[in-house]
RNA sequence: GGGCGCAUAGCUCAGUUGGUUAGAGCACCUGGUUUACAUCCAGGGUGUCGGGGGUUCGAGUCCCUCUGUGCCCACCA
């Protein structure tokens, strides 16, 4: 595109009365219409500014969390621009997954079935809200994806909106979407990289399983919950004769899937019993009791029982002990129907029969009825309350299954990986700096490679077949790929190089991968995407490794580690040079705001009340990695401000302009410019360091400062049309509209438009004057006019009351530096006289009121 | 149990390498303006800078320690 395209408009009048109301739209038609935000590709890599950007998940709608932290990025990405960097600033929607496919399923009343052929032009019967009890309608994979398509670009549409008006300066043009094919695409082609370098692997594990979802999940997406929980004693009947080792359990219905007890090598309790086995109660299987040093002796009995599996410590000894398999738990969360062939006995297997088919909490109440009978339980169960790992979006909690999934090596398995990540975490910038540690302690302590496969739908496909042998069995040890160039594709729909179509599931054909790639497979390769990594390596050059990731820090763990891994995988680099890590929005009580919680505001009743600046003034003013409290006086403040901006730039250019050859020379306005250079300096080190809150606050404060005393002070020397101020009212309008124009795009476009042609969001950063100033002499002024001030407000009269005489009674050196200011003090405080008196102490001003502007209640 | 934050005015928060008498906004009170300002301006602060100890000529700032509070992780028989 053109570099600049500058579009010859009239140069908008200046309102009688300057308003915030309504300039939005028209100014987010303009910026559309005009490009202003494009990101110019012809730039090379060093003077670009590459921003990697959260997808926001589409689920329903966004909330002022989302207003909070996409501010924050986006005065960096004003900043930047401004500077004269090409910002490379692309937005995308995370719209796979299963908020989505959930939102779809009750949206339509369709359930997605992966074994039912595509049906062109398929529409389903209801729409919105389906009639509550309505069967959920089966439909083919390709129909289900079609519908989610269909429901998210509604979705996506809101959300845009809210951004636009939010004015986020996103260059539009690369919008993508996750479950678009550009993003199938890069994920698939990241996936086989993987696969051909040996980085992603398959392998039947125990799993952690969500039994509602049916799918596997991830270490990183699982969280505690405090549940209630009961322990039970439960007396196993030693093999040689000679009593009964009890045990102490929370999951009794396990029993069947025992294979061994165990207890601390040292514990001299149990150490007789080592090597001996013991049966277990109803079933009758003889385990072993086995020795580990991670069986607690102050845990209960001290003896606990193993099965396969209640927990990661059962798969830690499962597999140290080399212990047998014992699967009772079924993807569903039912106990397992079959026969269970190591339960050898008629009774046994009769009392498996009362449990199978039932769901692991129906089987617990029933074991109990069963082992209360046997007498193998003691009557005191003791309620507690526990954490137990659940899914973070499940409503049950998690089983361990063994199945086979898909594993991308994270460092958690292999040490030298492990340190290879921590060092890209060391070579990242935090911002802040402390995030950096919650980067390092979860890599440090990873538990295993990142599961990437899970068991749905709406997703990206696993781009791999299996040929099928003979007896129709998959050989899952080598997967059929496609060429990079005919992705994406979905392997159930599309047969493999070499088969037919007619050869999908049978002997000696093939199977497509059924499962799709976890959301975090997809998004952490936002910068791969955005970037264009597989169709334009052109552009990818540009923009990778991209300056910036913004995101929460709650999904360091997720999100920022993931994309590290990739990025390290493929490139062996990081994807970004720094990490700018947004705190979260607390409600005024100081919990987090989420939606379980129902305290979210919804963001475009803010934007429409407050106006866009004022509710990015807002967001502008929380430092990065500080959670902050949701707060509309701050919107207020920032309305006002807003307002002020207007209405001090409608009175500077109420001044006709002035000529080319005038300077400021006057000690004065040099003094004033020499404090609005301090602030360019303040306000641009800040920004170059992320601290945008700095550079907001910096600026205000001057701005105010000038407004309030500055203006007031020289107003005068404006209406006799003195060059000197007229040229420096403007200067530093002209300044403060470009320090301004990251956090108010809208109120400064808007002034910007009275007197200035293109727009203040591509304009030059400020830099300083090079004027020579001293910034004592209007705070000495300041000081004087205080004086003056306060003694008029103490007198009860009108500022505009006339001082018959003003006493400065201090050092020369003061004296002097507020010499240049006593004619504008004069005129801005109505005073007839001074007497300067010097001393050798810290000044002291008197005031005497001309007595007739006394008024006649006070007293004397 | 491990790690990381935070604690400053009634509220929300600044306070950059240690440096005069610790600041802003909000709220509150008083007064003045109402031809730049759907308002604006001026004036109004007895703060144990969480407690204690230390370093220093000097500590809100650096060190130690304790307390409170929040988050992340681990533990889950």
Redesign the pocket.
């Known amino acids: 595109m053109p570099a600049a395209r500058y579009r010859v408009r009239l140069m908008a009048a200046i309102p009688d009365?300057?308003?915030l109301?309504g300039i939005e739209t028209p100014l987010i038609e303009r910026w559309e219409r005009d490009g202003t935000y494009r990101f110019d590709r012809s730039a090379t890599r060093d003077q670009v500014f590459a921003i990697d950007t959260p997808p926001p998940t589409v689920s329903g709608s966004l909330h002022v969390g989302h207003v909070f932290s996409y501010t924050q990025t986006d005065t960096v990405a004003r900043y930047q621009r401004m500077i004269g960097k090409k910002v490379f600033y692309p937005i995308g929607w995370d719209d796979n997954g299963l908020a989505t496919e959930r939102r779809v399923q009750n949206f339509y009343s369709v359930r997605c079935d992966s074994s039912l052929a595509y049906e062109p032009g398929y529409q389903p019967p209801f729409r919105g809200d389906a009639p509550k009890g309505t069967q959920e309608i089966p439909v083919s994979r390709p129909n289900f994806v079609e519908l989610c398509k269909e429901l998210v670009a509604q979705d996506e549409a809101v959300f845009e909106d809210l951004f636009r008006r939010l004015g986020l300066s996103f260059d539009w043009s690369y919008l993508y979407t996750t479950i678009g094919d550009h993003c199938i695409r890069t994920s698939q082609q990241a996936f086989l990289r993987n696969l051909a370098r040996g980085e992603a692997y398959l392998q039947e594990a125990p799993t952690q399983w969500d039994v509602d979802y049916r799918t596997a999940v991830a270490?990183?997406e699982?969280?505690?919950r405090e549940m209630p929980?009961a322990?039970?004693l439960i007396a196993f009947a030693r093999t040689d004769g000679l009593g009964d080792v009890t045990?102490?359990?929370?999951?009794p219905e396990l029993l069947a899937a025992c294979v061994a007890l165990?207890?601390?090598p040292t514990d001299e309790r149990y150490q007789p019993l080592f090597g001996t086995t013991v049966r277990t109660p109803l079933f009758d299987v003889e385990v072993p009791i086995v020795a580990h040093h991670?069986?607690?002796?102050?845990?209960?009995t001290?003896?606990?029982?193993i099965c396969t599996f209640?927990?990661?410590?059962d798969i830690t000894w499962w597999r140290e002990l080399n212990l047998p398999t014992r699967p009772i738990v079924g993807w569903d969360g039912r106990l397992l129907s079959a026969e269970r062939e190591w339960i050898t006995t008629a009774a046994g297997q009769g009392a498996y029969g009362e449990l199978a088919g039932k769901s692991v909490k129906q089987a617990q109440a029933k074991i109990v009825e069963l082992l209360t009978s046997s007498g193998a339980l003691h009557d005191d169960i003791r309620p507690?309350k526990?954490?137990?790992?659940f899914y973070e979006r499940g409503d049950r909690p998690l089983e361990i299954v063994t199945t086979r999934q898909w594993y991308i090596r994270n460092g958690g398995r292999a040490a030298d990986i492990n340190e290879a990540l921590r060092a890209r975490g060391r070579e990242l910038t935090f911002y802040p700096?402390?995030?950096w540690?919650?980067y390092?302690?979860?890599v440090e302590?990873l538990?295993g490679d990142w599961l990437i496969s899970r068991q749905r739908f709406f997703g990206v496909p696993f781009p791999v077949w299996y040929a099928l042998d003979a007896e129709g069995v998959p050989l899952h040890d080598a997967p059929i790929v496609p060429d990079e160039a005919d992705l994406p594709i979905d392997p159930s729909t599309e047969t493999p190089p070499g088969f037919t179509a007619d050869q999908r599931g049978r002997p000696g054909g093939f199977i497509g991968d059924p499962d799709i790639m976890d959301t975090w497979a997809t998004s952490s390769l936002t910068p791969e995407i955005a970037g264009h990594w597989v169709d334009d390596p052109d552009l990818f050059a540009r923009v990778f490794p991209m300056d910036i990731r913004a995101q929460a820090?709650?999904i360091?763990?997720t999100w920022l580690f993931a994309t590290v891994v990739r990025s390290h995988h493929e490139f062996a680099s990081l994807p970004f040079k720094g990490a700018t890590l947004s705190g979260w929005i607390?409600d005024?009580d100081?919990?987090?705001m989420s939606k379980s919680k129902g305290n979210v505001v919804t963001p475009m009743h803010l934007l429409e009340q407050y106006g866009s600046d004022a509710v990015r003034y807002w967001a502008a003013?929380?430092?990065l990695?500080?959670?902050?409290?949701f707060?509309e006086?701050?919107m207020?403040?920032g309305?006002?401000l807003s307002?002020?901006l207007?209405?001090?730039a409608?009175?500077v250019l109420?001044f006709p302009p002035i000529g080319g050859g005038v300077a400021i020379d006057d000690p004065v306005d040099l003094s004033m410019i020499a404090k609005l250079d301090a602030v360019i300096v303040?306000a641009t080190?800040?920004f170059e360091a992320m601290d945008y809150?700095?550079a907001l606050?910096r600026t205000e404060?001057l701005f105010?400062w000038f407004?309030?005393?500055y203006?007031?002070l020289v107003?005068a020397r404006g209406y006799e049309g003195d060059g000197s101020a007229l040229k420096s009212l403007r200067y530093a309008l002209h300044a403060f509209l470009r320090l301004f124009a990251p956090f108010l795009p809208f109120a400064t476009e808007e002034v910007w438009g009275w007197w200035q042609q293109g727009s203040v969001h591509n304009a030059t950063w400020p830099t300083v004057s090079g004027l020579e100033g001293d910034p004592a002499i209007l705070d000495a002024a300041g000081f004087v006019l205080?004086q003056i001030?306060?003694a008029?407000?103490?007198a009860?009269?009108?500022?505009?009351a006339a001082v018959a005489l003003v006493e400065i009674a201090a050092t020369q050196a003061f004296l002097d530096t507020v010499d240049p200011a006593t004619d504008d003090i004069s005129t801005a405080g109505t005073v007839a006289r001074y007497r300067l008196i010097e001393t050798d102490s810290?000044p002291v001003v008197n005031v005497v009121l001309e007595p007739t502007q006394v008024?006649s209640g006070a007293s004397g």
């Open positions: 009365k300057p308003s109301d270490q990183a699982m969280e505690d929980g322990y039970h045990i102490d359990t929370t999951r165990v207890a601390h991670l069986a607690d002796p102050e845990k209960g001290g003896i606990a029982m209640g927990d990661t410590t507690i526990h954490p137990v790992k700096n402390h995030m540690h919650r390092d302690n979860w302590n538990a820090h709650d360091i763990r607390l005024p100081r919990k987090k003013n929380a430092r990695g500080t959670d902050t409290a707060d006086g701050q207020k403040i309305r006002k307002n002020k207007l209405n001090a409608k009175f109420s303040e080190t800040a809150a700095r606050e404060s105010w407004c309030d005393d203006i007031e107003k205080a001030r306060g008029k407000t103490t009860k009269v009108s500022q505009k810290d008024s």
